[in-house]
Structures are given as C-alpha cells and as structure tokens.
C-alpha cells in the first residue's frame, strides 16, 4: 500500500454541529443484513441455492427473537436448510445458521440454530407465509435428552482401508446420536492425570447421527499418525490424535460405554499405550456431554474453521463490490483501526451531515456475519480534515474523534 502524507486533524467543538437535545447515542449497530446471507435447502438431499427473497425471509424469521415458543416435547422433522454469509470471499468467516422446519399435529415451526451459542430457537410460523415447505406427514417422535451411543465391532477382515485393529484384534465404530442440543467434548489425559479439550463437537441438524473411527496412516516415512474420523452422510472431518516418530508399535484399547453419555460425566473413551522406552505414551480420550457451547475449538457442520470475532472494515465505492469481493476497488482496514472505529461509533452525539462525499464512498463494518455500512464525507479546513459518517440505513449522522479520524484518513488517501 501506498503512503500518503497524513493531513493534520483537529476536534472543533463549535455548538452548530451538535443537534440540539439528541445527547450521545451508540451509532454501531451492527445488523445481519439479507443481502449479505443465503440459504441453501438441504431437503431431500438438494443442496441448492433459495430464491433471493426466500433467504431474505428464513433469515426475517430466525431474527425476529420476540415471536418464539418452546421446543415442543415431540414433533417430526419436514426440511432443513443453512443460511450461510456469502461475504467469506474477503476473509470474515462466520459459522452458518442451521434451520429445520418441524411440525406436531397442525402447528408448524422454523427452529434456528444460533451460530455464536448453538442454542435453539423455535418460531410459529403460518404455511401460507412459507409457500415452499411441503407439509408431509410422519410419525411424531419424541427427540433424545442425552447422546446415545451404539457400538459396533468388526473383526480384522471386515476394517477399512487404514482403520486401526485394537488390541482385540478388533476394529470399533461408535455411533453417537446427537440430543438437540449441547455438545459433546472430547479430552486428552496425559500420563500426569491432567485433562484437556481437544475440541467440541457441536449438536446439528445436519449430523443428528455421527460415526467415530480411529485409522493409522504413515505416508512412507518411520513415523505414524492416528486419527480420529468424524463422519455422517452429510458431515466429514478429522482430528490427529497422536503423530509419533519411529517403528515402536502403539497399543490401543476401548474402553466400555454406557448406552447413553450423561450430562457433565467424564466417559474414558480408548487409550493409545506404548512402551517406547525413549518415549513412553499412556494417553486416553474421553468423551463428555454438556448442554451448553462453552467456548472451545468447535468442530461440526456449524464449527469448521474458526469463528471470527474480531470486527473487520472495509472501504468500497459501491455495494457491488464488497459482495463480489472485487479487491481492485476493495480496501481492508487494520483490524485495531476498525476496532476504534467502533469503539468511537458507540457512544457519539449525532450532527448535521457536513462535507463533501469520499471518492471511496463507503465503509462498512463486519464482524460474525452482521455487518454496518456507512457513507463518508469529508469537509476540509485550513489545517484540518473532519470525517463524517452516516448511517446507510438510519441515515443518522457522527463525526468521528481526532486520532480515530486522522487514521482512518490515511487509509482513505492510500
């Protein structure tokens, strides 16, 4: 990025700008908007892209938090969807929100999943409003309050390509099916007794049952690699659990499991052994149910990658740009500046709008999927160049502070 000479900014507090009465106020008000969010239908295995205007009213639905009503106690499952922030292309990754339609008797729901806490939400909702859902019948079922978990043991000849043989001479799959919410974590015991997360596994409507695995792999070199396979029919992902360099063999051994994971209980899951005499191992993975997302290295249709919760900001001539990702008229500003910037946005007294429009007209802010755009005026003085802000939506109208302003003009003239 090109340097340009910063102009000198200073504050004039002349009593004209300020409108009369309005006091302070936060201006930040970050927002998911419809045009930055798109639903895919998971129903019936399509895996297709929604009308523009039915993402805009799955998302309306999910947002609108003060018409809810408690899950209901059984209820059978008519259509899934995710609504996924199409802004990613620039680097503000966020966590999809999952849908499912489900209906008891003749009173219809869209449940949403929270990106940030996985809990659900339950919205009553009018067919007529929702023209796309087919209102299938099927059997009513009462869904599980705890995981339940089933074993499955095969012998040496039935195993997959890399699957690991146990001490048994057996090979294990553990399917877990998920309760509606929580999640399940998975820790690492150390010879020292100690415990630690390794990552949670969120519940989801796209693996409401899941299947664990152990395979071995060594790439051709003297070291080896075990890993734990996660997978569904709809849901793939891998953990290394151990990578060990050298020939010395490791003994893994499972350990009974209950026929349901109760709630805050440490269940020991398998443990990996070896009597390397250089490099003893004795680790053991458990698994461990709790109802609520602490916050933890997620893994899960809602957990790949990590979920960014810094806030980002950009510069852009126009919205066609920031959706497209077009770097050519797209500027990213420095996390920390982005962050004063909505530190000064949330307590600002409003003024008149004053200035000319930036050649970079907007700005906008990003931070989990909700977002806030801003026009930018400039208004120059003698020896002094105040930035004004205002509200694409609201149209309500701040001048940022000094430093806040002087920073952010430099990125403006670049």
Not at 34 to 44: Q, V
Request: with cysteine.
């Amino acid at each position: 990025m090109i340097t340009i000479k910063k102009s000198v900014l200073a504050i004039s507090f002349t009593g004209s700008l300020f409108l009369t009465g309005c006091g302070t106020e936060s201006l930040l008000q970050l927002e998911r908007n419809p045009n930055y969010w798109e639903a895919i239908n998971f129903s019936d295995d399509l895996f297709e892209p929604v009308p523009k205007q039915q993402s805009a009213y799955l998302l309306q639905t999910c947002e609108n938090t003060k018409k809810t009503a408690p899950l209901p106690k059984q209820y059978r499952t008519l259509g899934e969807y995710g609504l996924y922030f199409n802004l990613q292309q620039i680097g503000t990754y966020t966590p999809p929100i999952e849908l499912q339609y489900i209906a008891t008797g003749d009173t219809y729901y869209l449940t949403c999943r929270s990106p940030k806490t996985y809990r659900v939400t339950a919205h009553p909702i009018q067919l007529k409003n929702h023209p796309w859902l087919k209102p299938t019948s099927g059997q009513e079922r009462k869904p599980i309050t705890e995981p339940a978990l089933t074993v499955r043991t095969y012998n040496k000849a039935a195993k997959r390509k890399e699957e690991v043989v146990g001490v048994s001479k057996n090979v294990q799959r553990l399917s877990i099916e998920f309760p509606v919410t929580g999640q399940i974590v998975f820790l690492e015991k150390e010879k020292d007794g100690k415990q630690k997360p390794l990552f949670g596994l969120p519940a989801s409507f796209s693996y409401p049952e899941i299947e664990l695995s152990f395979e071995k792999t060594t790439d051709g070199l003297p070291s080896m690699t075990y890993t734990l396979m996660i997978k569904s029919d709809q849901y793939f992902n891998q953990e290394d659990i151990i990578n060990r360099m050298g020939k010395q063999s490791i003994d893994l051994t499972y350990h009974p499991l209950p026929d349901v994971l109760p709630v805050n209980k440490t269940i020991p899951y398998v443990t990996f052994q070896s009597k390397d005499t250089e490099k003893p191992l004795n680790k053991t993975i458990s698994l461990r149910y709790e109802t609520t997302v602490k916050d933890i290295r997620p893994r899960g249709f809602n957990g790949i990658g990590n979920d960014n919760k810094e806030i980002h900001g950009f510069l852009h001539p126009n919205d066609a740009a920031l959706k497209d990702g077009n770097f050519r008229q797209l500027s990213l500003l420095p996390d920390k500046l982005a962050k004063r910037i909505s530190n000064d946005l949330k307590e600002v007294s409003l003024e008149k709008l004053q200035g000319k429009r930036a050649d970079i007209r907007y700005m906008t802010l990003i931070q989990n999927g909700k977002s806030q755009s801003f026009e930018v005026y400039l208004k120059a003085r003698a020896n002094k160049t105040d930035i004004y802000v205002k509200d694409a939506k609201t149209k309500k109208t701040a001048k940022l502070s000094g430093e806040v302003a002087t920073d952010l003009l430099t990125e403006l003239e670049d």
